[in-house]
C-alpha cells in the first residue's frame, strides 16, 4: 500500500485537501512535525470537510521517529522535489512505497532528500514558476503511483 507523507506541513488548507484526497483514495497519511498548526486547527478540518473520519492518519513528533516507522515497515522513501532525479512519470512506483512531500515554503530538508532511495520531480512548462501547490503535487504523484500500480479501477 502506498503512503503519502508530508514532513512539515505549513498551510492547513493544503493539508486538509491531501487528506481528502487520501481518504478518496484509501491511502495512509502521515504527518511529520513540526506542523506549521495544529490538528484541530479549523482550516484544516474544513478543508477536508467531512471526510476525516475516513482518514487513516498517522503523526510523528520528528523526522527520526518517522524515519523509525519506515524503516521498521519496509518500502523505498521516494522524495518530491523540484530538484529530484528524474520525472515522476517515468519513475517505476512500488506498492511499499513512501511518498515524501515537504512544506510549502522550503520544501524537503536536504537532510531528507539525502536519505531518500530515490528523488523525482513533476515537470513544468514555464520557467516563471517554481512549483506547484503542494495538495497539487501530492494528489498528481499519488494519482501517477496508483495508476501505474493498476489500483485506479
Known amino acids: 500500500m502506498l503512503r503519502v507523507v508530508l514532513v512539515h506541513p505549513q498551510i492547513p488548507p493544503n493539508t486538509g485537501n491531501i487528506a481528502r484526497t487520501c481518504a478518496a483514495t484509501e491511502t495512509e497519511l502521515h504527518l511529520v512535525g513540526p506542523l506549521g498548526f495544529e490538528i484541530s486547527d479549523r482550516y484544516l478540518k474544513r478543508a477536508g470537510l467531512d471526510y476525516w473520519p475516513y482518514v487513516n492518519l498517522q503523526y510523528h513528533a520528528s523526522i527520526e521517529v518517522f524515519q523509525g516507522v519506515q524503516q521498521r515497515q519496509g518500502g523505498r522513501c521516494i522524495g518530491f522535489s523540484t530538484s529530484g532525479r528524474c520525472s515522476y512519470s517515468k519513475f517505476a512506483f512500488q506498492p511499499l512505497d513512501w511518498l515524501l512531500f515537504g512544506s510549502e515554503t ?27 501547490n503542494l495538495s497539487v503535487s ?5 494519482f501517477e503511483a496508483q495508476r501505474q500500480l493498476g489500483y485506479l479501477g
Request: hydrophobic residues 40%.
Open 106 to 132: 522550503q520544501g524537503l530538508p536536504t537532510d531528507v532528500l539525502a536519505t531518500c532511495d530515490e528523488t523525482v520531480h513533476i515537470p513544468m512548462s514555464s520557467q516563471h514558476v517554481r512549483s506547484l
Open 138 to 142: 501530492a494528489a498528481v504523484g499519488l
